[in-house]
């Protein structure tokens, strides 16, 4: 009810903020570890201080509402996703508002203030979406709650420059207009496109690795899984250690490596050394 008695939001933030937010999910980048990342949290953060003197719960409600419009899923026509990622945007953006107007920082903080206050707000962000998410994936994939939380932490380590990058944008929307905020957000859509580039090589890169490594197990079939088997164990390794583990330096550490011998010439090679080093035993009269 809170949100609701308050005063309308201006219509111009609520639509240019909520289409960025949209236009952010549409183009999230799909990290290794089954997770994204992408500008929303940002976007969010700008509309916190956008809105906190004049609608400053239900701004940001509408804005992280706009996360729920995910092309791929409207087009599916999967109705149960996209209504979860509204509530779940929503609900997120709605408590980093709640955390900023509790934070006692004045009618008019000054940018180090706003700054510093990007840490709850982001984390706030943050905690409310993994847990609402974390359950949802662990369902949807069949994996162990623990494990997606864990993967989703790693990725969330990266969240506090976004919120920082969000309180500027917010507060340059408030002194210069609304026509500033496409020039500060085009130069980050295209540093993701770069970023999306460097997974994809990435990608390639493990697949060419994974494909020799393939061709020369291929042909010893004595030490045939080893290199997978190293590579999970550094996988699993690094998540205890909560390190975003990569299994390509396992994986190459035995490509270097030419075709051991096969194991029946291994057999011969040694009983030729044992015989060889009975012939230069001398005998005992």
């Known amino acids: 009810m809170l949100v ?13 903020l909520g289409l960025l937010f949209a236009l952010a999910e ?15 949290l940002m ?27 995910y092309w791929p899923q ?9 209504l979860f990622n509204v509530g779940n945007f929503g609900l997120s953006t709605l408590a980093a508002a709640a955390v900023y107007a509790a934070v006692p920082i004045g009618a008019s903080p000054s940018v180090s203030i706003d700054v510093l ?54 507060r340059l929307y408030l002194s210069f207009g609304a026509w500033i905020v496409p020039l500060l957000v085009a130069p980050i859509f295209i540093a993701r496109q770069a970023f999306a580039s460097y997974l994809q090589l990435r990608a390639a890169h493990e697949a060419t690795l994974s494909t020799l490594v393939r061709a020369l197990e291929a042909k010893d079939r004595y030490t045939a899984g080893h290199v997978e088997r ?20 396992a994986r190459s550490h035995r490509v270097s490596r030419r075709r051991s011998p096969p194991l029946t010439n291994l057999s011969r090679t040694r009983r030729s050394r044992r015989a060889s080093s009975q012939s230069l035993t001398p005998s005992t009269p």
């Open 26 to 40: 549409n183009t999230s980048v799909a990290l290794p570890n089954r997770s994204s990342v992408s500008a929303s």
């Open 230 to 249: 190293v590579a999970n164990l550094a996988r699993l390794i690094g998540l205890e250690l909560y390190y975003a583990a990569s299994t390509s330096f």
């Open 43 to 69: 976007l969010a953060v700008a509309s916190v201080v956008v809105f906190r003197s004049n609608a400053f719960l239900l701004g940001p409600l509408l804005i992280g509402m706009f996360g729920g419009c």
């Open 74 to 82: 409207l087009r599916a026509r999967e109705i149960t996703k996209v």
């Open 4 to 16: 609701l008695s308050g005063p309308t939001p201006p219509v111009l933030p609520v639509v240019l």
């Open 117 to 170: 206050a990007s840490v709850p707000i982001a984390l706030t962000f943050s905690t409310v979406n993994s847990a609402l998410l974390v359950p949802a994936v662990s369902m949807l994939t069949k994996r162990s709650v623990r494990e997606v939380g864990r993967e989703m932490w790693l990725s969330d380590r990266q969240i506090l420059p976004f919120g920082v990058v969000g309180v500027l944008v917010g």
